[in-house]
């Protein structure tokens, strides 16, 4: 069974919002085992909704629609549908009845437009109203049509409650499970070099690939009858992928390494402390990220002029003066004052050149990041690319991977 | 003119990421005048990416793709735009070469694979690597066709140096001129009591809201056949409502409170340094935003613990152990303590509960910021609402906000 999700709605062609709704819903539809083949955004234009409705019940078994439900001109996803599947609108009594009981609790007269929400394509199953819009289901050639408000938390509870209960059971109890191994400190080029094979020969699981700000995810989708199956055929592959890629993969089930570093912090009952130049704040930012951070997370130093680092994290001048402020040894001070500053037992440094412009003759990309645990400290020197915002978030993910690896090696 | 965004990848349909891509291209083509009537999000499927873009070529005038440009098996964007336009790919020698030459910058030797990213399908124009992956422009049948890399910041490097500069051209002389007014402190409802007049009775140009993070952006929007006359029609409109609102209103061509606060920092040759509790780096990352900030920016003392916010920031024990460490004294003691220990002219402070749960009996959102300038210490009692993330974004604004207005009122 596949699927199709279509949002209605001009403010999404605009760019002012993200189509977190087609998300939301295809994250949910997957954990059914319904395979969404594609997403369509158009806007509050009657012709195109209806010619875009069209090829979605042409080529899918289930199109959810989002958006367009609500009481003013420009909301037409009900005649757009009304339109395409031949049926004319008829006013729902019970509807109308719903409707106005909203208004009346909210205490609220009802605006006369309001009534047309409870207009229905004809044979359509109405969904009953979460806000003020009421949803609806309709069948069409053999296609299932759900239409659904653009309003999220409407959308997320009609999902719950009207559309994935009946998909899951038309699924017939398939599911999708996925799990990820992500790879740090091998390009993805050179993480498909040592998998290459398994790629080659899968088709259940799937393996894919998505790269991004210095770490590889490998993801494993396999599909069956339920959940433990599916994880049972992911399994043996999955570790398979470890074995070959060794310690530049996060523990399994990590989703980030940030993440990662902070289980394993918990289970150590050990503290985390940073000191960071040019990440500014970032490396704080994603420790304290996990809810319950507070349990390990003490802090991070943002010492972004020379002056500060020597003054608040305690660089020795004779590093400033030397080797510079952009450095091994640099990297190296950060980590250990951050450590000593906040009696932590793992220290995190990062300093580099995020650009626009090179800094003590090194170049825009130069990264050094350090840790530092029970007395030994590492060093990472990473030559980052592309554009300020990337080069720290390199920067970022360097530096926990650092820490990840002295944690996993203690 | 009219365009087509198409996403390409198995991730977006998934529902692992959202398509904040197609976000950013439709609001990049709004603004040189292009309507965008499609957004489309196909899987990693050659058959399913073919027939999206053979529909796409046909009723739109640009087609945006975005993604499957990598060197996996998977990115098969190449495969597809040749079969589509019926054009053979062939090796591009310079495309070998540039990214030849980034990998050996990179001092890493290239992997075979990487070289399938220098095929283009004849006749295409190749738009050179930001990162590794060459994006290509190509026409078909009177439609133009560009393909750029699903990372972000290599597609918007991209979209700014190529896609867009070739459009504002084609749409010829039309232009959209956009400039907002940035509200902070007074709410949605609020901003629109004291413009709702305006807001009813403009056409061109239009005024729209958008709220978010604390802030309140009144975005107006002007057509005409060039920018300076765009902007004369903007002018007045913004200057009436600029009156209206009053301090509550960052400075003119503002694009965040960070960035003005950046501005007038700069222009008085003043510094700024943070303090931070429930924002754990947020604070830091925000001011550092800017390029050239080194200029202004300081530092800031992250502290999580309640014992790093006395040793590290200086706050009094007698504050902790009264009103506490969620409270105006905490505020106002890390704003103090801040400028004091990098030695900036501007201090600010965050202390707060992001939750789960409360802390010291105050509940979940409850948020204190405070800026110190020239000896004049102001807090601010913020509750804020949401999760986490929504929490911590309105507190980094807050804090800001009040150092604007300080360093406004000196």
């Not at 195109?48 to 409705?53: D, G, M, N, Q, W």
């Not at 999708?176 to 998998?195: D, F, K, N, P, Q």
């Not at 998505?210 to 592959?237: C, F, H, M, N, Y």
């Not at 002056?307 to 001048?317: C, F, L, M, T």
Request: proline letters at 5%.
């Amino acid at each position: 069974m596949n699927a199709e999700i279509v949002g209605v709605g001009t403010e999404l062609l605009l760019g002012q919002i993200a189509n977190t709704n087609a998300q939301h819903i295809s994250d949910a539809l997957a954990g059914v085992g319904v395979d969404v083949y594609f997403h369509v955004v158009v806007g509050d234009n009657q012709r195109r909704i209806v010619e875009t409705l069209r090829v979605a019940l042409e080529r899918s078994d289930v199109v959810v629609v989002t958006g367009g439900l609500g009481p003013t001109p420009d909301d037409i996803t009900r005649e757009a549908v009304a339109e395409v599947t031949g049926k004319p609108l008829v006013r729902d009594p019970d509807l109308v009845g719903a409707i106005e009981s909203i208004f009346s609790k909210l205490g609220r007269g009802m605006p006369a437009e309001n009534l047309k929400q409870a207009d229905l394509p004809d044979g359509a199953t109405p969904i009953p109203p979460e806000g003020t819009a009421p949803g609806f289901r309709i069948e069409h050639e053999g296609a299932l049509l759900f239409a659904v408000p653009g309003v999220p938390w409407e959308m997320k509870a009609m999902l719950a409650k009207v559309v994935l209960p009946e998909l899951r059971e038309r699924a017939g109890g398939g599911t999708i499970a996925t799990r990820e191994v992500i790879v740090i400190g091998l390009g993805e080029s050179r993480t498909h070099e040592l998998i290459a094979d398994l790629v080659d020969s899968q088709t259940n699981p799937t393996i894919a690939y998505r790269a991004g700000s210095g770490a590889v995810r490998v993801r494993l989708t396999a599909k069956a009858q339920d959940e433990s199956t599916a994880l049972g055929l992911i399994r043996p592959l999955e570790d398979e992928i470890r074995d070959r890629v060794g310690i530049h993969a996060l523990p399994r089930d990590s989703v980030s390494v940030g993440e990662a570093v902070g289980k394993m912090l918990r289970e150590r009952g050990a503290t985390v402390a940073g000191a960071e130049s040019l990440t500014g704040g970032w490396l704080g930012a994603e420790l304290m990220a996990a809810s319950g951070a507070g349990d390990y997370f003490l802090g991070s130093l943002v010492c972004y002029s020379s002056q500060s680092k020597r003054d608040v994290a305690g660089v020795p001048e004779a590093v400033l003066a030397g080797p510079g402020a952009v450095s091994e040894e640099a990297a190296a001070a950060l980590a250990e004052g951050a450590a000593r500053r906040f009696g932590a037992d793992l220290g995190l440094g990062t300093t580099g050149v995020a650009g626009p412009s090179e800094q003590e003759g090194k170049p825009v990309g130069t990264v050094f990041v350090a840790a530092t645990l029970g007395g030994r400290t590492q060093v990472r020197h990473v030559q980052a690319y592309g554009d300020r915002d990337h080069i720290r978030a390199l920067a970022v993910t360097s530096a926990l991977d650092l820490g990840r690896r002295l944690l996993q090696e203690q």
